[in-house]
């Protein structure tokens, strides 16, 4: 299988409602979508989000990458060692990790479609389903409390709660007014998103004790692994890694410092599905339960971070509730690759990752 060209396009992502986190407010997105086109007629797509915020990665960082950078390199490669292609791509451009994905997932699902597999079987998956929790945004008490029952009514079991932003005792209010409001029925998941100091991270989390929260994601700066190590030695509930994890080094160094009991695997930030598999493979070493997550992104990302939630079979947690925020048009659902419903993504039995291409040579 040889690479004959690669071409990139933007596609709009309209959302039904802005996100808002302690660091970005989304309301919609264009994603850049990579087509690799090969001499025995596969085409493997991938996706790119821009999330500047946190990967530092912008809508036209990822084109110049992809087009000025990867394609001169992609063109004419022979895909038979897409792992050492894979690692040499990652030196070609410093950090840029949502382009590496990009073309990382497009590789998996051309080799995917060769294998004639759907991509989470090539991945050694046995299940085609998976339940999601929801993410409430950040907003007031009242705000916060009403979407939390309005998911519960819609069918989500579990619940992740965007904080960061407010002083710590409307933090710690916010969270005990939801749980109230549910019965003290729904298991939680917090992410402060970087936004508190270590000392306050642990004050805010002692005066949470008792409620039925699963983990912290994130509670400090991503490069403060003493804080967050410290945060970790003094909370009650596990503590997981988002910021600060990256890649395979960033996982050894979390572990060496005791810095976080559990990982949040993006494929954003890992640079793909290579990227991750590495992570995962260690904290399956290490007995470091994973999450699956990701940026707010379009059909094509979502759709290779449900496949590798889906191929690990063993992943602890799933965050993958973004296409529950999209506006389902006929277009959208045509093209996704999986169908949600409840608090559940099904993947279809296409082989690949699944996106249905115009032109129909995928
Ligand atoms: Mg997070």
Not at 30 to 53: C, M, Q, S, W
Not at 137 to 149: F, H, L, T, Y
Not at 276 to 292: D, H
């Amino acid at each position: 299988m040889k690479i004959k060209e690669v071409q990139t396009e933007l596609v709009p992502i309209a959302l039904k409602t802005p996100f808002k986190t302690a660091l970005r407010e989304v309301q919609t997105l264009d994603v850049v979508r990579v087509k690799i086109y090969l001499d025995n007629g596969i085409v493997g797509v991938g996706e790119a989000a821009p999330t500047p915020a946190i990967t530092g990665d912008t809508q036209e960082s990822i084109w110049h990458d992809i087009t000025q950078c990867y394609r001169p390199y992609l063109s004419g490669r022979e895909l038979s060692h897409p792992i050492n292609m894979l690692t040499e791509l990652k030196e070609l451009v410093p950090h840029a990790t949502s382009a590496k994905a990009a073309i990382d997932i497009a590789v998996f699902d051309a080799l995917a479609k060769q294998a004639q597999q759907p991509l989470y079987q090539y991945l050694g998956g046995k299940q085609a389903s998976l339940q999601t929790d929801y993410t409430i945004s950040i907003g007031s008490k009242e705000k916060m409390v009403a979407d939390a029952q309005g998911y519960v009514k819609q069918g989500f079991t579990e619940l992740k709660v965007k904080m960061g932003l407010d002083d710590p005792e409307v933090e710690v209010a916010k969270l005990k007014a939801m749980n109230q409001a549910l019965d003290g029925k729904i298991q939680f998941r917090i992410d402060a998103n970087q936004g508190w100091e270590p000392r306050e991270a642990v004050e805010i989390i002692q005066s949470w004790k008792g409620l039925p929260i699963q983990f912290i994601e994130q509670p400090v700066k991503a490069h403060d692994l003493d804080g967050l190590a410290f945060v970790t030695k003094n909370s009650t509930f596990p503590i997981m890694a988002d910021e600060s994890l990256y890649n395979l080094a960033d996982a050894q160094a979390l572990i060496q410092h005791k810095a976080c009991h559990m990982f949040n695997l993006k494929l954003m930030k890992t640079a793909g599905i290579q990227g991750a598999l590495e992570i995962f493979q260690l904290a399956q070493k290490e007995q470091i339960p994973c999450m699956m997550g990701s940026m707010i992104e379009g059909y094509g990302g979502m759709a290779a971070a449900v496949h590798f939630a889906a191929g690990m079979n063993t992943l602890a947690y799933n965050d993958l509730d973004v296409p529950f925020m999209w506006k389902l048009t006929e277009q959208a659902k045509k093209q996704m690759g999986f169908t949600i419903s409840k608090n559940t993504l099904t993947l279809s039995n296409q082989a690949g990752v699944g996106i249905w291409l115009e032109e129909g040579r995928a």
